[in-house]
């Protein structure tokens, strides 16, 4: 078991591109999450998924959008990067309703310049 | 809203002394309470939980009470050790999607 892996591990981007980032667990987990980390913050959540094919907003959504076409993929996206975004985002799934443990990724580094 | 207070770092020690991080939260329901830790590089591990309150979490020698009366999870193990260096996060989930609500975490420096 990979448990939970992200793609890329860092990147730069400049102002207004755009990126996808990839979140794959090989867990069979029903839920996956998105957060962002930034310093004296802890961890906030962007957007989560209760299941294939459904997505719902966190805490700040605002810039991003996912999707989760296949139950194992959750993939965030930026359609136009601003430097607010720069930041380090983790991947979480966990199994389902009625068991809480989240299993995190490795985290990816965004900068933008 | 439902939030989560947790003491401010670096704490630094030396090795074999005692840890504690406080942890406070406000929550509207009946919340789980988490703490997660982040070594060097790595992505969160969960490092314990408690469900409902005076359960007691436990794991690799750290403990934690849900205190409902004090709205309280504090963090605590008895003697550090270096490899306890890292980053600790105190969290809540009040819903059943379980999404969670993190503090700002508190980073353990433990020397030799």
């Known amino acids: 078991n990979a448990g939970v892996t992200q793609t890329p591990k860092f990147r730069v981007l400049k102002t207004g591109q755009s990126m996808t980032l990839l979140c794959a667990q090989d867990?069979?987990?029903?839920?996956m999450y998105w957060y962002r980390q930034d310093p004296g913050m802890g961890l906030r959540l962007i957007h989560y998924?209760?299941?294939?094919?459904?997505?719902a907003k966190g805490e700040v959504p605002d810039g991003y959008n996912v999707s989760r076409l296949k139950k194992q993929n959750f993939l965030l996206g930026l359609e136009s990067a601003a430097p607010s975004q720069t930041s380090v985002y983790f991947c979480?799934?966990?199994?389902?309703?009625?068991?809480?443990?989240?299993?995190f990724g490795p985290g990816t580094r965004l900068l933008v310049l | 809203g439902d939030s989560v207070t947790q003491m401010e770092g670096p704490v630094t020690l030396s090795e074999e002394a005692f840890l504690t991080i406080n942890c406070t939260y406000t929550?509207?329901?009946?919340?789980?309470l988490f703490w997660y830790v982040q070594y060097p590089g790595e992505g969160l591990q969960l490092l314990l939980k408690a469900t409902k309150a005076d359960d007691k979490g436990s794991n690799k020698g750290f403990e934690a009470t849900y205190r409902k009366e004090t709205t309280s999870f504090h963090l605590e193990k008895g003697s550090v050790q270096v490899s306890d260096s890292a980053v600790y996060f105190c969290a809540l989930s009040v819903d059943s999607w379980g999404k969670l609500q993190f503090g700002a975490g508190t980073q353990v420096v433990v020397t030799p």
């Open positions: 998924s209760v299941g294939e094919g459904t997505t």
């Open positions: 867990m069979n987990h029903e839920y």
């Open positions: 929550a509207t329901g009946y919340p789980s």
């Open positions: 979480a799934s966990r199994l389902g309703q009625g068991v809480e443990t989240q299993y």
